[in-house]
């Protein structure tokens, strides 16, 4: 490698790399802000303005060719931008919700939106790098910031509980992931997904090499919460501020797929996948439905439902084609948006002083005649988990289950859709609690019928807005193709389709 | 007798199992940190015996990639147990049971 034109190359590719170096500088210009004038209220504003200018920047991207950048570390374009997009959309959408939500507990630091905007900065380099390396420091930086924002309610036993418990299981983790790295990279001599089948071949260190991808897919079952590697996924979301939880289970969950996808696509060879991820896919979307159904505090509902999603999402990665896979982005999609929806109602509900760790389903009894839009929305939310037409939801499922049907895992297609309709008994549990219920079925510490629930303008217009995208997302015409096409294309190029 | 790649990989082995076992079956979280750090070092272990063996920098850099990462971890874990500690005084993590099924 020629290092004489390093430093030009690199300056020349940080323009590529914009909206990463755009987070990263408001991240570090909102910390120092606000150690000169303490949780301004200008702070959220500065990383949604960061957010928005990124999200237009990578929507210009999309169409363009794929390329990677500072020696073939990160990519962009195409591909990335997609993910990217996903991901900066995510974090944008959050903080909206995040600024009301956070006034109303009682902490609003301004530090919370610098670590969103580092914690995305680590998505982004997951979700797009391209050596082991990148993807080491990606899911750290994501990770460490991500403890941090989940133990925010430090006076909150249960809260810093669960950031404990997460750390530790976090932690383990990468352990893991760290050691599936080191022995690819002896196995193979390289450290960049694309060379590392040619490196394979070259070296022959079979045992190795097997082992590191063992371990490399424990690290990753871990972190998108897999069955039996889920331990920590209800305690982490039940104790996270709500909207923060809303926010890690569907940009956390779309980065750490995204690189799982990336290395089953380009690092490791095509045969011997499908078996392991079938088996975890049915595990997780199994257990996941039915501990949820046995949930009566609606976040760790949500939290095994969200179990459950990553199953559905395991299925387009277990048909191991290149339709599979978009599938599976396309899925990471729909499921950000109605995931981050989900938690944005629950979190105007709260009342318990406690970030709604212990609040049971009845006590948000009738709150679909009380606020008929929370009621409307939540109800949208629902129907699109479950995967019912015509919301995104569905979609979505067609898009996993379909590829995997066609590469002859019908079994795992049809175990999919029985999941869903399982599902169905724990997401309609919450409608009808919502809207046949009486408020008078509330516990008696419950704020008066008639009182509390303010909808902030700014929470509302969220929320409309991740109910109008559900509902006309499966019907924008191209946008199921733009996923597809980047795989698609690319395995046309290298003849293998 | 001469060393060789595999002494270095089979004493990173060991250390990393020591430290899922220090994770799994201890009660201390103070212990559990160590633990945690063990299982990073180990892995430093192999990386660096691998690297050197392919005489390949790539390796070199991973490493202090890795430490920079454990050193932030490490200051986010003791935080945490501060701040579980100002809840309730005591490191067993055993006492810690508010989440349940």
């Known amino acids: ?87 900066l959309g995510g974090t944008l959408l959050s903080v909206v919700l995040s600024v009301p939500y956070l006034r109303q507990i009682k902490h609003a630091y301004g530090e919370v939106y610098a670590l969103m905007l580092f914690a995305t900065v680590g998505m982004m380099a997951l979700a797009t790098g391209n050596s082991l390396i990148m993807l080491f420091v990606g899911l750290e930086t994501m990770s460490v910031c991500l403890y941090i924002l989940v133990g925010l309610v430090r006076k909150d036993e249960g809260s810093i509980e669960s950031a404990f418990k997460y750390f530790v299981l976090g932690a383990f983790a990468t352990g893991f992931f760290l050691y599936g790295i080191a022995l690819l990279y002896g196995a193979t001599g390289t450290v960049y997904l694309h060379e590392m089948q040619s490196g394979f071949a070259q070296s022959g260190a079979t045992t190795m090499f097997w082992a590191g991808v063992g371990l490399l897919l424990v690290g990753f079952f871990f972190k998108v919460s897999a069955v039996p590697f889920h331990m920590w996924t209800p305690d982490a979301y039940q104790g996270a501020p709500t909207t923060l939880t809303g926010y890690m289970s569907t940009t956390s969950k779309a980065a750490a797929f995204t690189a799982l996808i990336l290395v089953l696509y380009y690092a490791l060879p095509p045969e011997r996948w499908t078996t392991v991820l079938a088996v975890v896919a049915v595990l997780t979307m199994v257990a996941g439905n039915v501990l949820a159904l046995a949930q009566d505090n609606v976040k760790r509902m949500l939290a095994y439902s969200s179990i459950a999603h990553g199953g559905y999402i395991l299925v387009g990665l277990a048909a191991g084609t290149a339709a599979g896979y978009s599938g599976a982005l396309y899925y990471l999609l729909i499921y950000s948006i109605m995931n981050i929806g989900a938690f944005g109602v629950i979190a105007l509900l709260e009342w318990d002083g406690k970030i709604g760790r212990e609040q049971t389903m009845e006590s948000l009894s009738g709150i679909g005649t009380q606020r008929p839009f929370l009621g409307l929305a939540m109800a949208v939310f629902m129907f699109s988990l479950i995967g019912f037409p015509p919301f995104g939801g569905f ?36 409608v009808y609690v919502f809207s046949f219920k009486s408020a008078d079925e509330r516990p008696a510490e419950a704020p008066a019928t008639g009182t509390g629930f303010n909808v902030p303008f700014s929470s509302l217009a969220v929320l409309s807005l991740c109910v109008v995208l559900l509902v006309v997302v499966g019907f924008i015409p191209g946008l199921r193709d733009v996923t597809t096409h980047y795989f698609i294309d690319m395995a046309v190029a290298a003849g293998t389709l | 007798m ?40 180990a892995v430093n272990v192999s990386i660096i015996a691998l690297a050197q063996m392919m005489a390949d920098s790539t390796g070199h850099i991973l490493v202090f990639f890795v430490l920079a990462v454990a050193a932030a971890e490490a200051a986010i874990g003791l935080s945490l147990v501060i701040a579980l500690f100002r809840t309730k005084p005591t490191v067993d993590v055993n006492e810690f049971n508010l989440l349940k099924h």
């Open chain 2, 2 to 41: 001469e060393l060789t790649v595999n002494w270095y990989l089979a004493l990173s082995a060991i250390l990393f199992s020591i430290g899922v076992m220090g994770v799994l079956f201890r009660s201390n979280a103070i212990v559990i940190l160590l633990s945690v750090e063990l299982m990073l070092n």
């Open chain 1, 395 to 430: 979609f979505g499922k067609v898009a996993v289950f379909g590829p995997a049907i066609d590469a002859g895992l019908t079994w795992l297609a049809v175990i999919g859709l029985l999941a869903s309709v399982a599902s169905a008994g724990y997401y309609l549990r919450v």
């Open chain 1, 1 to 87: 490698m020629d290092l004489s034109q390093a430093y030009d190359a690199m300056l020349g590719d940080l323009a590529g790399a914009f909206p990463l170096v755009l987070l990263a500088v408001a991240g570090l210009v909102i910390v120092v802000w606000d150690a000169f004038r303490n949780n301004d209220p200008l702070l959220p504003y500065i990383a949604g303005g960061a957010l928005a200018i990124g999200l237009v920047f990578e929507g210009s991207q999309l169409a363009s060719e794929q390329t990677t950048l500072f020696y073939g570390n990160i990519r962009a374009g195409g591909f990335a931008a997609f993910i990217n997009m996903v991901l």
